[in-house]
Nanobody, 129 residues
Framework: QVQLVESGGGSVQAGGSLRLACTAS????????MGWFRQAPGKERDFVAG????????YYSDPVRGRFFVSRDNALSTVFLQMYSLKPEDTAVYYC??????????????????????WGPGTQVTVSS
């Protein structure tokens, strides 16, 4: 069982930046699809960004493409989500999640939160106008 812990959340003004980190333990880190999701109050959990296995292929949702960047450091078993030009609508609890890369079914599958096996507890990001 993989254990995930997010960190780096906080409060920032619009236009600011934050970097989230998700550290995994329990399994070989490079064998996973890592996804970032977010959930605002009263809304569904939405895909934000993902990175796949050792290739490091990435994919972003339309609202964050060009502002958020995901990277992974396999030696640290950590995935980062660098967020720039933050907007109030980015306010949410941000979660990281993993699924085994052997069950990779493309990004159409990986953007669904139901495709993931393990989740972190989440970290709050608040962007004020």
């Amino acid at each position: 069982q993989v254990q995930l812990v997010e960190s780096g959340g906080g409060s920032v003004q619009a236009g600011g930046s934050l970097r989230l980190a998700c550290t995994a333990s329990g399994h070989m880190f490079s064998n996973f699809v890592m996804g970032w999701f977010r959930q605002a109050p009263g809304k569904e959990r939405d895909f934000v960004a993902g990175v796949v296995g050792t290739r490091g292929d990435t994919y972003y949702s339309d609202p964050v493409r060009g502002r958020f960047f995901v990277s992974r450091d396999n030696a640290l078993s950590t995935v980062f989500l660098q967020m720039y030009s933050l907007k109030p609508e980015d306010t949410a609890v941000y979660y990281c999640a993993v699924r085994d890369v052997r069950r990779w079914g493309g990004w159409d599958d990986a953007i669904r939160w139901t495709s993931y096996d393990s989740w972190g507890p989440g970290t709050q990001v608040t962007v004020s106008s």
